[in-house]
């Protein structure tokens, strides 16, 4: 159980397209999702904190009109990467917590998304 | 604030010896922790948890871990390594309110045959 599936799960594209990346809990409700990126080599930066049906939170430093997250639905997730350019390029992973567990329980991570901005 | 820390950032070991990847932390509370692996453009898969119960807590795949409150420690062992568990692995800690996850900077662990 605990399955979050991420799609796409390579995206390779111009520089000034905009990408969208899903995030899906397949067998669970989530009312929070996360998104991380991460560089080469590097540990997982997070960048948001997606709430079910109220405005994502993002850390410092994340431009929230650069990355757009949606979470419109207990199961989905979605954040898009607008107008992006070749430092865009990353590799972005989301995370679930199933709605019914309590703060301290893990999250399910989904197997990310490799965004090469040419 | 809380942090932690993975002391080795490569750890190189022979099939079938023993694995230890050390982590320590920083907290003012008490911490949820956890080890998650990755392997090579995939996500993160959750080895273990210590959640304030048991201190030796078990894993998938043979891995363990302690949670020594007097180190402030979570090192994660395995008896023995196989060729398979070659990855990234990373010590994680939650916020006091649960709300977010701090990763160490993580340990490539490195299996030769």
């Known amino acids: 159980g605990a399955v979050v599936s991420q799609h796409p799960s390579r995206v390779i594209c111009k520089s000034g397209t905009s990408v969208k990346i899903e995030c899906r809990s397949l067998?669970?409700?989530?009312?929070?999702m996360f998104w991380y990126r991460q560089f080469p080599k590097q540990s997982l930066m997070l960048m948001a904190t997606?709430?079910?049906?109220?405005?994502?939170?993002?850390e410092q430093g994340v431009e929230k009109d650069k990355f757009l997250i949606n979470h419109a639905s207990l199961t989905l997730s979605t954040l898009t990467v607008t107008s992006a350019h070749p430092e865009d390029s990353s590799f972005y992973i989301c995370?679930?917590?199933?709605?019914?567990?309590?703060?301290?329980?893990?999250?399910?991570f989904g197997d990310g998304t490799r965004l090469s901005i040419l | 604030a809380q942090s932690v820390t993975q002391l080795d950032s490569h750890v190189s070991v022979s099939e079938g010896t023993p694995v230890l990847l050390r982590c320590n932390y920083s907290?003012?509370?008490?911490?949820?922790l956890f080890w998650y692996v990755q392997h090579p453009n995939k996500g993160l898969q959750l080895l273990l948890k210590?959640?304030?119960?048991?201190?030796l807590v078990k894993g998938i795949n043979g891995f363990e871990a302690e949670f020594k409150k007097s180190e402030t420690s979570f090192h994660l062992t395995k008896p023995s390594a196989h060729m398979s568990d070659a990855a990234e692995y990373f010590c994680?800690?939650?916020?006091?309110?649960?709300?977010?996850?701090?990763f160490g900077k993580g340990t490539t662990l490195s299996v030769s045959s």
């Open positions: 907290s003012s509370y008490s911490p949820s």
């Open positions: 994680v800690v939650t916020n006091q309110a649960g709300t977010a996850l701090i």
């Open positions: 210590y959640t304030s119960a048991a201190t």
């Open positions: 997606s709430n079910e049906g109220s405005k994502a939170t993002y």
């Open positions: 067998d669970f409700q989530a009312t929070t």
């Open positions: 995370s679930a917590r199933d709605k019914g567990t309590v703060s301290n329980q893990p999250q399910h």
